[in-house]
T-cell receptor, first 112, second 110 residues
Framework: GQNIDQPTEMTATEGAIVQINCTYQ??????LFWYQQHAGEAPTFLSY????GLEEKGRFSSFLSRSKGYSYLLLKELQMKDSASYLC?????????????FGAGTQVVVTP | SQTIHQWPATLVQPVGSPLSLECTVE??????LYWYRQAAGRGLQLLFY??????ISSEVPQNLSASRPQDRQFILSSKKLLLSDSGFYLC?????????FGQGTRLTVV
């Protein structure tokens, strides 16, 4: 089985930086995803890490440490539209298809 | 480009009625397909996944079933809905490094 833990809620001001941590326990790790989900909408893909290190994509960066079972999503220059739930998901399985298991999500509230 | 279609968008059904939600994928072949449920204020729970036609794996015991009659079609069903089946149902597919979701079906069982 898998345990995926992330904080329930974080609050930050517009223009600031927020780091959302995710820890996981899994067998057959095969990648970690971050998704953004606005209320009432489907999740949208943000990033994917399978090797250790930092992946940067515009204002969003994601980091992975496989030995520690740890990832974080870094949101820079926060904007009001970044208020959403951020989901950490782990893929397991030795095949490329793998199945995705999600954490409960971190609700980020951006204040003016 | 690949797209994923899921319908209906919203559904209100009485307790004890049947359910059929359909998901289709375009622009790819042999996708891995998933059904997730998200209860209000909760995370995504994996219900079923399928790696090919007729191949279904169930993640949690429940009142629901899934079928994959064609390569790019994935169906979620129930013979008799329960109140606890209410939630936001999402179909997803992944191949390689990315995974994508349909727009979801909000099911309310009354």
């Amino acid at each position: 089985g898998q345990n995926i833990d992330q904080p329930t809620e974080m609050t930050a001001t517009e223009g600031a930086i927020v780091q959302i941590n995710c820890t996981y326990q899994t067998s057959g790790f095969n990648g970690l995803f971050w998704y953004q989900q606005h209320a009432g909408e489907a999740p949208t893909f943000l990033s994917y890490n399978v090797l250790d290190g930092l992946e940067e994509k515009g204002r969003f960066s994601s980091f992975l440490s496989r030995s520690k079972g740890y990832s974080y999503l870094l949101l820079k220059e926060l904007q009001m539209k970044d208020s959403a739930s951020y989901l950490c998901a782990v893929r397991s399985g030795t095949d490329s298809w793998g199945k995705l298991q999600f954490g409960a999500g971190t609700q980020v509230v951006v204040t003016p | 480009s690949q797209t994923i279609h899921q319908w209906p968008a919203t559904l209100v059904q009485p307790v004890g009625s049947p359910l059929s939600l359909e998901c289709t994928v375009e622009g790819t072949s042999n996708p891995n397909l998933y059904w997730y449920r998200q209860a209000a204020g909760r995370g995504l729970q994996l219900l079923f996944y399928s790696v090919g036609i007729g191949q279904i794996s169930s993640e949690v015991p429940q009142n629901l079933s899934a079928s994959r009659p064609q390569d790019r079609q994935f169906i979620l069903s129930s013979k008799k809905l329960l109140l606890s089946d209410s939630g936001f149902y999402l179909c997803a597919w992944n191949f390689g490094t990315e995974a994508f979701f349909g727009q979801g079906t909000r099911l309310t069982v009354v």
